[in-house]
């Protein structure tokens, strides 16, 4: 019975009939065959690829690489830092400490002075800087620097803990992160040397960019500001 249905499907009585009918008219044979050709694929290619996507999912792998995070890893980077300081560790920190974090672990890729390095500027220079090496994606220019650019002192706080060290990423305790965004934003002229940062302190800095930028009315579960996704 499935190999009389599946037959059907391929070569239906009908057309057999008007087939045989056709005699030895070669332009009308060839016409009729690739009538039918089409119809066929029309029902038969979808068929197939769902059986081929079927036998692709079934013998997907399974590499056997990574683990499942521990509930400390995950701690770890479930962390929301909001413009108004919330979910800010305890930890102060001052330019001047920031300084000598600075020379230890951030100016062998930014720049002794924050610039001219290979990784993107953080400093704005107070003349233009001419580097003998091309300047790595985002390339930042003086009027970017994340100190000027950033609508909020947390951002910056934010990318720092999360992202820096290359390569060591997670490792600066929050005492450090203070010191290198006070330092950031002293040596950009947004605070004054002696300003200590801490939770409380940090989300009061007035950013030079604080109106630059315009945050949607949006809450979870309404449509998008931005439909095509900016």
């Known amino acids: 019975m499935r190999f009389k249905a599946f037959s059907q499907l ?67 980077e479930d962390i929301t830092i909001s413009p108004d300081g919330k979910n ?54 003086p009027g970017s620097v994340m100190a000027l650019h950033a609508p909020y002192a947390t951002v910056l706080w934010d990318y720092i803990n999360r992202g820096m060290p290359f390569m060591l990423e997670g490792s600066l305790k929050p005492d450090e992160v203070y010191s290198l965004t006070a330092f950031l934003l002293y040596k950009n002229g947004v605070i004054q040397e002696d300003e200590v940062l801490a939770q409380t302190t940090l989300p009061q800095v007035k950013m030079p960019n604080r109106n630059g930028y315009a945050i949607p009315d949006w809450k979870p579960g309404m449509p998008r500001p931005f439909p095509n996704g900016h």
């Open 10 to 76: 391929l070569w239906p009585d009908e057309d057999r009939e008007e087939w045989f009918s056709l005699g030895e008219n070669h332009e009308t044979v060839l016409g009729f065959g690739l009538h039918q050709l089409r119809n066929r694929c029309s029902v038969l290619l979808p068929a197939l690829i769902l059986c081929a996507c079927g036998a692709t999912w079934a013998q997907s792998p399974t590499y056997g690489v990574g683990r499942t995070p521990t509930p400390d890893e995950i701690r770890a």
């Open 88 to 141: 800010l560790p305890p930890g102060k920190g001052t330019a001047k400490e920031g300084a000598a974090v600075f020379a230890q672990k951030c100016a062998m890729c930014h720049g002794e002075n924050g610039s001219g390095g290979r990784a993107p500027m953080l400093i704005k220079p107070a003349t233009p800087v001419k580097s003998s090496t091309p300047c790595l994606e985002p390339c930042i220019g």
